[in-house]
């Protein structure tokens, strides 16, 4: 496909810096880099025009090509630590791929961390967010919570207290089903439309909730063991 004819474009974003997990993205399941699994994701899509790795690491870049993933730039330290955001290495990506002629409608964000995702459940996503994409200013991909989030706590003073104020410890031991459903994102796709990374926002007011089955994401070193037990 030629470059000016690319509307939907992939991020795969490898930063090498993590501290809970070092190496965190190129950690194996099944023989499989972190990163291995989100480049099939894209590989096999139908929606995705063109995608690729954004990383800080030769290492990385290495391993992404091996893949068979494009890595056309190179992430800069200085949006690659700790505290960076996705807002920077967003617009940054943006920038960088205007350079190559690359201009795209969208942007979705396949994080390695969230390895077991299915390219048919991406697809769905970014076709149903091109078809409302006016009603809405971004997707984000989310499942229900096994525990409403209503009934969870804080500690002060080492006394526990509902995170609700209008709630008490009698009330969030009533049954779940008492309460309303509670969502969490989960890393499996998130879509952005880049006329507004342009305005300084990836997500708005407006953000669509893409709901999919309970997946692993993986923040933790127990995170990564279950999910080595589970495939």
């Known amino acids: 496909m030629k470059p000016s004819k690319i509307k939907t474009v992939a991020i795969i974003p490898a930063r090498s810096g993590s501290k809970g997990i070092k190496n965190?993205?190129?950690?194996?399941?099944?023989?499989?880099?972190?990163?291995g699994w989100a480049i099939e994701t894209c590989k096999l899509s139908k929606e995705i025009?063109?995608?690729?790795?954004?990383?800080?690491?030769s290492k990385y870049k290495n391993i992404a090509k091996k893949y068979g993933a494009s890595v056309p730039f190179i992430r800069p330290k200085s949006i690659s630590k700790d505290n960076s955001t996705d807002m920077?290495?967003?617009?940054y990506s943006i920038k960088k791929l205007a350079e190559l002629d690359i201009n795209p409608k969208i942007i979705i964000n396949i994080r390695p961390t969230t390895p077991f995702r299915s390219h048919q459940v991406v697809d769905k996503a970014i076709k149903i967010f091109l078809k409302k994409i006016k009603n809405y200013t971004s997707l984000r991909s989310v499942e229900?919570?096994?525990?409403?989030?209503?009934?969870?706590?804080?500690?002060?003073k080492k006394?526990?207290?509902?995170?609700?104020?209008?709630?008490?410890?009698?009330?969030?031991?009533?049954?779940?089903?008492?309460?309303?459903?509670?969502?969490?994102?989960?890393?499996?796709?998130?879509?952005?439309?880049v006329e507004s990374v342009k305005k300084n926002y990836l997500y708005g007011?407006?953000?669509?909730?893409?709901?999919?089955?309970?997946?692993?994401?993986?923040?933790?070193?127990?995170?990564?063991q279950l999910a080595k037990k589970i495939i």
């Not at 229900?144 to 002060?156: D, N, V």
């Not at 779940?176 to 998130?190: C, E, H, L, M």
């Not at 909730?209 to 070193?221: L, S, V, Y």
Request: aromatic share 12%; hydrophobic share 40%; charged share 30%.
């Open 159 to 193: 006394l526990a207290k509902p995170i609700m104020k209008n709630l008490n410890m009698e009330d969030i031991n009533l049954p779940r089903q008492k309460f309303p459903k509670t969502y969490s994102a989960n890393g499996y796709v998130d879509i952005y439309k």
């Open 24 to 35: 965190k993205n190129i950690q194996k399941i099944k023989n499989k880099h972190l990163i």
């Open 88 to 91: 920077e290495f967003i617009k």
């Open 49 to 57: 025009d063109f995608f690729f790795v954004l990383t800080d690491s």
């Open 205 to 224: 007011n407006k953000v669509f909730a893409f709901i999919t089955e309970r997946t692993i994401e993986i923040d933790t070193k127990y995170d990564l």
């Open 144 to 156: 229900e919570m096994p525990e409403t989030a209503l009934k969870t706590l804080f500690i002060k």
